[in-house]
């Protein structure tokens, strides 16, 4: 299974940037898919994950409110919408995917058994 991640550029601050994850086949139903980031010079964050339906959703506390993610299986494709951006949401933004069916281990990024590249989000002030 590959991950595909796109939709990151260039906003102004407040503004916002929907990133979508694309599968390269259908995975199995029991998966997770979480978004990390990395910004400069500092260490990988987890973002948030979604369970394979897209009924449950989990996010990093501080993004709460501001980040929502949705999923269509009949895509293939997860998609996480980010709202009244700030200049330190600036970062390199991947995808990931986990089979499991529970939330345990999730902000680890070694549980995850794939990865995409990576799409770059930069907020300007």
Partial sequence: VQLQ???????????????????????????????????PGKEREFVGAVNWNGKTALYEDSLKGRFILSRDNAKNTVSL????????????????AMIATDYSGIRNPDRYDYWGQGTKVTVSS
Avoid: H
Avoid at 81 to 96: F, G, H, I, R, W
């Fill in 81 to 96: 919408q980010m709202n009244s951006l700030k200049p330190e949401d600036t970062a390199v933004y991947y995808c990931a």
């Fill in 5 to 39: 991640a796109s939709g990151g550029g260039l906003v102004q601050a407040g503004g916002s940037l929907t990133l979508s994850c694309a599968a390269s086949e259908r995975t199995v139903t029991n998966n997770i898919v979480a978004w990390f980031r990395r910004a």
